[in-house]
């Protein structure tokens, strides 16, 4: 079994390594391998050299202290092989131990970069805890087991040494002859029959002989005087030799001092060590050393390290003079000294500091507020005043409407159910995700929901010709604009079908395959003999189009990668498969998730990584982190899940959807975590700057950063410190209604014009209330574009006047009549209806609350649908079908739907409805009448052909006259 892992882990290597040569990616493949052998082998011969001299040095006195009875069993040339054979598999232990463990931790020790910043209380370079004193602690944790193994060894070498050349404990008085066969040179005795076994009853055997006699009235244990240990004679006597039984107790004693003596150097080091801990305390009011930790618990470890130092001494002398009480005075003393400190500790928290905690507390608390803020990149947040007036003009409205026409009405979940069932053409194909960007649509800066179209591995036929040589990509993506709606309620889509069809002049794409994504976890072979699957088509299934791989990634098929990736993957078809020839390649690990941690699994990266479409061909970009829990006075984010008290958005990793290219990019250069993995991986990570602008165009400020900064700004935007300790100002992230449920708010996308600038630009956002109280106290805003990336504003609310927050917003919905009554309407005629997310629009100096409202029938395979939009501003709720209709109510005709220059907007009849509107309203009317009357719903079923009547009469007033007559009401 030995032989078979060692086997598969060296066709593991193997294969390893073609794939890192196929990206191009050699040296971090090798990084760690040279690490290891470069701080191994010298480590291991280092270890073993000085094992083996002290294994020399133990024999050494050992003979030189201790008369033997008998010549060793072996000779001395096979001692000596035991004591090398021994350092070499100490040194291989600790090796081991020590380089797989500490190899990337020592890296980081050399290559450190410089954080600028010290802490307050050691005046230290953050540098030392974020790289060094990790390391340093493994280290130290490392050495006690070293020193736990050396303890062992030697008690192993003293045993081989004891079964070689028994000791003369006991001095024999024979009356019968012993007869020997021969002698050493050195005046020992060789007995004929001497071997290991006997070494170690004679040993132990002549002294449990001698314990028998005292114990049995002179007769050995089993009768007759003979030990069952050893061959003695009857007939002989022994009396205890003290000079041997002390040499032997003075080796033992000079093995016991060394090892007391590294154990209080190392209890020493521990306390060293624990005094930056107090760093990351979490004592009272403040995360960090505070009052207590500085005056009381620093100084308590202080005195522990020089004690421990004295105990070492104490403990060496104490041995040595065999004074056992100088032995264990010090240890005494340190552990009344910890009791007492423990007790100094709480009685001088709760007896100074609670009384006076602000007092006491306030330079440590603002230790506490910086560094979190640092750790957490929040330090340099701009603070701009939001007047939030209801002052809004139809003129503001058309002076905004790039902010106003990229109003997301369409959510993801809907969106991605209406792709699977309309855009996956076929039952293999599917969208794992829907996600969010911004593109260029016929000349204006638009957000969209784009969606990869790929291959389901679990819905196709499990043959391995399927598997691997057939279905090997998906194809295309899906586009659509997040504020338009088809008439029936469902996204307006930009690019859709098979092959892509695009409506926009600006993407046009030519490379729509997918051989790398979300869903591929099977390996694949290409350019084989068997054409691979390619999209199918619109006519005859035997009519679907093949195609054969063009691009670059791969590993050839020689006969030797044959044989190891069919050892590998375990399949003899790869090494017997007719369809392979010597162009055929194997592509591997294509999962883009699995890929990126494969190659630097260092990094923490994002679980929503999202595909864009640039220069015709698609990518996908994953957003990777750089993270700590090291960063001293930094609060972790959240205690119970992770003790991650440091990030940073520092690196975009760019994967080629057709060839697999992978590319770690480094967007911040101010990032010293970020700078140290540039250092140790020189070929992997690329300055921002080469990255091409098509891609720069669609990087994001990560929801999930955003999302972590925010939770941590609700405490520590507060930087008086007399706030803070009071909390006076405590924030938490709004609430909405989503569904039909209340929860936390996330971070959403918007493209739109912020206050004060004067083009729209990619954000996302997030509202803040005050803690335990629903109105508006802030909005935080992180900025995308640009120089202005990573860029994060916080529009504060007026303290002096009051500001609707989300789930007040909600009430007001809750509270009117007229959308209380359709949603009770569509609950009644077997339909749900779902709230989606309500969207906080700064406009001007003045909010404006959008919330979309789907219908989904009941059936199964039913689709999600836009049915109405709420619109809320200065304490009026407008709903309406569309966006613009709510819009139109809120500011007058023609203020969502901009009259053409030179012309003047047209009131439509009976309000702001459009034809197209009323249309659409109709059929919904008449679809719920439908729903109404199947599930016998009298009430409602008059109600909506009352609302069919209306509608009609609104579209042709003049030829509906009559419909009074023919369309009976709820009355009749």
Same mark, same amino acid.
Do not use: C
């Given at each position: 079994?030995?032989?078979?892992?060692?086997?598969?882990?060296?066709?593991?290597?193997?294969?390893?390594?073609?794939?890192?040569?196929?990206?191009?990616?050699?040296?971090?493949?090798?990084?760690?391998?040279?690490?290891?052998?470069?701080?191994?082998?010298?480590?291991? *011969?280092?270890?073993?050299?000085?094992?083996?001299?002290?294994?020399?040095?133990?024999?050494?006195?050992?003979?030189?202290?201790?008369?033997?009875?008998?010549?060793?069993?072996?000779?001395?040339?096979?001692?000596?092989?035991?004591?090398?054979?021994?350092?070499?598999?100490?040194?291989?232990?600790?090796?081991?131990?020590?380089?797989?463990?500490?190899?990337?931790?020592?890296?980081?020790?050399?290559?450190?970069?410089?954080?600028?910043?010290?802490? +307050?209380?050691?005046?230290?370079?953050?540098?030392?805890?974020?790289?060094?004193?990790?390391?340093?602690?493994? &280290?130290?944790?490392?050495?006690?087991?070293?020193?736990?193994?050396?303890?062992?060894?030697?008690?192993?070498?003293?045993?081989?040494?004891?079964?070689?050349?028994? +000791?003369?404990? #006991?001095?024999?008085?024979?009356?019968?002859?012993?007869?020997?066969?021969?002698?050493?040179?050195?005046?020992?005795?060789?007995?004929?029959?001497?071997?290991?076994?006997?070494?170690?009853?004679?040993?132990?055997?002549?002294?449990?002989?001698?314990?028998?006699?005292?114990?049995?009235?002179?007769?050995? #244990?089993?009768?007759?005087?003979?030990?069952?240990?050893?061959?003695?004679?009857?007939?002989?006597?022994?009396?205890?030799?003290?000079?041997?039984?002390?040499?032997?107790?003075?080796?033992?004693?000079?093995?016991?001092?060394?090892?007391?003596?590294?154990?209080?150097?190392?209890?020493?080091?521990?306390?060293?060590?624990?005094?930056?801990?107090?760093?990351?305390?979490?004592?009272?009011?403040?995360?960090?050393?505070?009052?207590?930790?500085?005056?009381?618990?620093?100084?308590?470890?202080?005195?522990?390290?020089?004690?421990?130092?004295?105990?070492?001494?104490?403990?060496? *002398?104490?041995?040595?003079?065999?004074?056992?009480?100088?032995?264990?005075?010090?240890?005494?003393?340190?552990?009344?000294?910890?009791?007492?400190?423990?007790?100094?500790?709480?009685?001088?928290?709760?007896?100074?500091?609670?009384?006076?905690?602000?007092?006491?507390?306030?330079?440590?608390?603002?230790?506490?507020?910086?560094?979190?803020?640092?750790?957490?990149?929040?330090?340099?947040?701009?603070?701009?005043?939001?007047?939030?007036?209801?002052?809004?003009?139809?003129?503001?409205?058309?002076?905004?409407?790039?902010?106003?026409?990229?109003?997301?009405?369409?959510?993801?979940?809907?969106?991605?159910?209406?792709?699977?069932?309309?855009?996956?053409?076929?039952?293999?194909?599917?969208?794992?995700?829907?996600?969010?960007?911004?593109?260029?649509?016929?000349?204006?800066?638009?957000?969209?929901?784009?969606?990869?179209?790929?291959?389901?591995?679990?819905?196709?036929?499990?043959?391995?010709?399927?598997?691997?040589?057939?279905?090997?990509?998906?194809?295309?993506?899906?586009?659509?604009?997040?504020?338009?709606?088809?008439?029936?309620?469902?996204?307006?889509?930009?690019?859709?079908?098979?092959?892509?069809?695009?409506?926009?002049?600006?993407?046009?794409?030519?490379?729509?395959?997918?051989?790398?994504?979300?869903?591929?976890?099977?390996?694949?072979?290409?350019?084989?003999?068997?054409?691979?699957?390619?999209?199918?088509?619109?006519?005859?299934?035997?009519?679907?189009?093949?195609?054969?791989?063009?691009?670059?990634?791969?590993?050839?098929?020689?006969?030797?990668?044959?044989?190891?990736?069919?050892?590998?993957?375990?399949?003899?078809?790869? *090494?017997?498969?007719?369809?392979?020839?010597?162009?055929?390649?194997?592509?591997?690990?294509?999962?883009?998730?699995?890929?990126?941690?494969?190659?630097?699994?260092?990094?923490?990266?994002?679980?929503?990584?999202?595909?864009?479409?640039?220069?015709?061909?698609?990518?996908?970009?994953?957003?990777?982190?750089?993270?700590?829990?090291?960063?001293?006075?930094?609060?972790?984010?959240?205690?119970?899940?992770?003790?991650?008290?440091?990030?940073?958005?520092?690196?975009?990793?760019?994967?080629?959807?057709?060839?697999?290219?992978?590319?770690?990019? &480094?967007?911040?250069?101010?990032?010293?975590?970020?700078?140290?993995?540039?250092?140790?991986?020189?070929?992997?990570?690329?300055?921002?700057?080469?990255?091409?602008?098509?891609?720069?165009?669609?990087?994001?400020?990560?929801?999930?950063?955003?999302?972590?900064?925010?939770?941590?700004?609700?405490?520590?935007?507060?930087?008086?410190?007399?706030?803070?300790?009071?909390?006076?100002?405590?924030?938490?992230?709004?609430?909405?209604?989503?569904?039909?449920?209340?929860?936390?708010?996330?971070?959403?996308?918007?493209?739109?014009?912020?206050?004060?600038?004067?083009?729209?630009? #990619?954000?996302?956002?997030?509202?803040?209330?005050?803690?335990?109280?629903?109105?508006?106290?802030?909005?935080?805003?992180?900025?995308?574009?640009?120089?202005?990336?990573?860029?994060?504003?916080?529009?504060?609310?007026?303290?002096?006047? #009051?500001?609707?927050?989300?789930?007040?917003?909600?009430?007001?919905?809750?509270?009117?009549?007229?959308?209380?009554?359709?949603?009770?309407?569509?609950?009644?005629?077997?339909?749900?209806?779902?709230?989606?997310?309500?969207?906080?629009?700064?406009?001007?100096?003045?909010?404006?609350?959008?919330?979309?409202?789907?219908?989904?029938?009941?059936?199964?395979?039913?689709?999600?649908?836009?049915?109405?939009?709420?619109?809320?501003?200065?304490?009026?709720?407008?709903?309406? +079908?569309?966006?613009?209709?709510?819009?139109?109510?809120?500011?007058?005709?023609?203020?969502?739907?901009?009259?053409?220059?030179?012309?003047?907007?047209?009131?439509?009849?009976?309000?702001?409805?459009?034809?197209?509107?009323?249309?659409?309203?109709?059929?919904?009317?008449?679809?719920?009448?439908?729903?109404?009357?199947?599930?016998?719903?009298?009430?409602?079923?008059?109600?909506?052909?009352?609302?069919?009547?209306?509608?009609?009469?609104?579209?042709?007033?003049?030829?509906?006259?009559?419909?009074?007559?023919?369309?009976?009401?709820?009355?009749?």
């Amino acid at each position: 079994m030995v032989v078979a892992a060692g086997f598969g882990g060296l066709v593991n290597f193997a294969t390893d390594y073609l794939w890192f040569k196929e990206l191009g990616y050699t040296s971090v493949f090798f990084k760690q391998l040279i690490t290891q052998l470069e701080i191994g082998i010298p480590s291991f *011969l280092i270890i073993m050299v000085l094992t083996y001299f002290y294994l020399r040095v133990l024999k050494r006195g050992y003979y030189k202290r201790v008369d033997t009875v008998d010549a060793p069993a072996v000779s001395e040339k096979t001692l000596n092989r035991i004591s090398l054979g021994l350092g070499a598999a100490f040194g291989v232990l600790v090796t081991i131990t020590t380089v797989t463990g500490l190899w990337f931790q020592i890296l980081k020790y050399f290559n450190s970069s410089s954080f600028g910043v010290k802490d +307050p209380i050691f005046g230290l370079d953050v540098s030392f805890y974020i790289f060094r004193l990790e390391f340093i602690t493994q &280290l130290n944790q490392i050495a006690i087991g070293i020193v736990l193994a050396f303890a062992a060894l030697t008690l192993i070498y003293y045993f081989i040494l004891l079964s070689m050349r028994r +000791p003369k404990i #006991f001095d024999q008085q024979a009356n019968a002859q012993t007869n020997y066969s021969e002698y050493g040179e050195d005046g020992q005795s060789y007995r004929n029959n001497n071997n290991f076994g006997n070494a170690f009853n004679g040993l132990f055997g002549e002294a449990f002989g001698k314990f028998g006699q005292s114990f049995n009235g002179g007769q050995g #244990f089993g009768g007759g005087g003979q030990s069952p240990f050893g061959n003695s004679s009857k007939n002989s006597s022994s009396k205890l030799n003290n000079e041997n039984l002390k040499e032997l107790l003075h080796i033992a004693s000079n093995q016991l001092t060394v090892l007391g003596v590294i154990f209080f150097l190392m209890v020493g080091a521990n306390f060293f060590l624990r005094q930056y801990d107090l760093l990351y305390s979490h004592t009272g009011v403040l995360y960090g050393a505070g009052f207590t930790d500085i005056n009381v618990t620093l100084w308590v470890y202080r005195a522990m390290i020089v004690l421990s130092i004295l105990a070492a001494i104490f403990f060496a *002398l104490g041995i040595k003079r065999k004074k056992y009480k100088m032995v264990f005075t010090v240890p005494i003393i340190m552990i009344i000294l910890g009791a007492i400190g423990t007790g100094a500790a709480i009685g001088v928290q709760n007896l100074v500091v609670s009384p006076d905690e602000i007092n006491k507390e306030s330079q440590y608390l603002q230790n506490n507020i910086t560094f979190t803020q640092y750790a957490y990149d929040l330090q340099g947040v701009t603070i701009k005043n939001f007047p939030a007036t209801n002052s809004l003009t139809k003129q503001d409205i058309a002076n905004n409407m790039g902010t106003i026409q990229n109003i997301r009405i369409n959510d993801y979940e809907p969106a991605k159910k209406f792709y699977n069932q309309t855009q996956s053409i076929r039952p293999y194909y599917s969208f794992d995700g829907v996600d969010v960007d911004r593109y260029m649509i016929n000349g204006e800066y638009t957000q969209t929901f784009l969606s990869a179209r790929e291959i389901d591995e679990t819905k196709i036929r499990q043959e391995w010709l399927n598997k691997h040589l057939k279905y090997t990509h998906g194809y295309g993506i899906t586009l659509s604009r997040v504020d338009k709606v088809t008439a029936s309620g469902q996204p307006d889509m930009l690019i859709d079908s098979i092959p892509p069809v695009s409506d926009v002049e600006e993407i046009d794409i030519t490379r729509p395959e997918i051989y790398f994504g979300e869903l591929t976890g099977n390996y694949i072979l290409v350019k084989t003999n068997e054409e691979e699957f390619d999209y199918p088509s619109r006519g005859e299934e035997e009519d679907n189009v093949y195609t054969t791989y063009q691009g670059d990634a791969g590993i050839k098929l020689s006969f030797l990668n044959r044989a190891l990736f069919a050892i590998k993957e375990q399949s003899l078809k790869l *090494l017997v498969s007719t369809n392979i020839t010597n162009e055929s390649r194997i592509i591997i690990n294509r999962n883009i998730m699995e890929r990126a941690q494969k190659i630097m699994p260092f990094l923490q990266y994002d679980a929503d990584p999202y595909i864009v479409t640039v220069d015709g061909k698609l990518y996908w970009i994953i957003d990777a982190y750089t993270t700590s829990s090291y960063y001293p006075y930094s609060e972790p984010y959240d205690l119970m899940r992770s003790n991650m008290n440091y990030i940073r958005n520092s690196v975009k990793v760019v994967v080629d959807a057709y060839n697999g290219d992978t590319s770690y990019y &480094l967007v911040n250069d101010e990032d010293p975590i970020a700078a140290t993995y540039a250092k140790i991986y020189p070929k992997l990570f690329k300055n921002f700057e080469e990255m091409p602008e098509s891609l720069k165009a669609h990087i994001r400020y990560p929801n999930a950063m955003f999302n972590i900064q925010a939770n941590v700004y609700k405490r520590y935007h507060m930087n008086d410190v007399k706030v803070f300790y009071q909390g006076e100002d405590l924030w938490d992230i709004s609430n909405e209604i989503f569904g039909t449920e209340e929860v936390q708010m996330t971070p959403n996308y918007y493209v739109m014009k912020l206050p004060g600038e004067s083009d729209v630009e #990619f954000i996302n956002s997030i509202p803040y209330t005050p803690s335990g109280k629903r109105n508006m106290t802030g909005l935080l805003v992180a900025r995308n574009d640009g120089p202005h990336y990573g860029q994060l504003v916080l529009y504060q609310m007026p303290k002096d006047s #009051f500001v609707d927050g989300p789930m007040q917003i909600e009430s007001q919905i809750d509270q009117s009549p007229e959308i209380s009554k359709e949603f009770s309407l569509w609950n009644s005629s077997g339909s749900t209806y779902i709230r989606g997310n309500l969207f906080i629009i700064p406009i001007e100096n003045s909010l404006v609350y959008v919330e979309p409202v789907y219908l989904e029938a009941s059936n199964t395979g039913s689709l999600p649908e836009v049915k109405r939009v709420i619109v809320a501003y200065g304490g009026r709720i407008a709903y309406e +079908p569309t966006l613009g209709a709510a819009l139109d109510s809120l500011f007058g005709a023609g203020t969502g739907t901009p009259a053409a220059p030179g012309e003047e907007p047209q009131e439509q009849p009976g309000g702001a409805h459009t034809s197209d509107e009323l249309i659409r309203l109709a059929n919904e009317a008449f679809e719920n009448a439908t729903r109404a009357q199947q599930n016998g719903d009298w009430s409602s079923y008059g109600q909506y052909l009352n609302q069919l009547k209306d509608y009609l009469n609104q579209l042709m007033p003049q030829e509906t006259n009559d419909l009074d007559q023919q369309i009976p009401t709820d009355e009749q």
